[in-house]
Structures are given as C-alpha cells and as structure tokens.
C-alpha cells in the first residue's frame, strides 16, 4: 500500500466552543471552520490543519470536530491518534485543559510511545511520538 487507507475522522462533540478550545490548546495549532455540507443540515464542523496540497490520500488522515443531531460524542470502537513530537506534552495538555489522564506516555518499542486522554466531551483518544 502507497498510502495510509485512513483519509479522514470526524470526532463528535457537544460543546463545540469547549471542544473546539480543548483541541487548540491542547495540539497548540488553530481549526479552521468548514460551512455545513447542504442548508438542510444544521453541523458545526471545524478542520485540523492539514496539507491541503497533497490531498486526503497523502500520509496522513485530515479530520474535524463535527456538532450534528444524530452523532453523539462517548466512547466507541474508534480511537483516534494525534502525532506529535513527545507525547507527554499533549496528554499533560489535555487534562490541564479539561480533560482527563487515562494513560501517561508508555513505550511501544520501536514503535515509540503512546499515551491516552479523555476530550471534554468523552471521546478517548491518543497521542504518539518516536520520543
């Protein structure tokens, strides 16, 4: 396989100004506000950054925090990995941010190292890092 098979993720959230503050502080960039897909459908969406150059089927998964009648946040069978440079920064911003420590930095090997937080609205999720 060329590419990574994982072209986007949406994470669903409540609050959208809470979530939206969570995820901006604790991954240290800015969303950018995409306008709901048709008038019919009342969704608050907001991307990632992410190389709009190279597309969805570049290294990497775009995504974004999406509020919609219908899509509750919680835990779930999906469990969503940021990449960053020391996965300990980010785990430590979340649950300074309002989030929730479910698992410090731990090594996966080679492979790095891995740790886990609960956003503000419930949804788990991961960061990873080489160091």
Not at 113 to 130: C, P, R, V
């Amino acid at each position: 396989m060329k590419s990574n098979p994982v072209v986007h993720f949406e994470i669903y959230v409540q609050d959208m100004t809470r979530a939206k503050a969570f995820y901006e502080a604790v991954l240290g960039d800015k969303l950018e506000q995409m306008p709901s897909p048709t008038p019919e459908m009342e969704m608050d969406m907001w991307f990632f950054p992410m190389d709009k150059e190279a597309g969805m089927n570049s290294y990497g998964a775009g995504g974004m925090l999406v509020k919609a009648d219908g899509f509750a946040p919680g835990g779930g069978g999906t469990l969503v990995y940021f990449g960053c440079e020391d996965c300990a920064v980010q785990v430590t911003r979340a649950a300074a941010h309002g989030g929730r420590l479910i698992q410090e930095k731990a090594s996966i090997g080679e492979h790095g190292f891995y740790a886990l937080a609960k956003d503000t609205e419930g949804n788990l999720i991961g960061f990873h890092s080489m160091k």
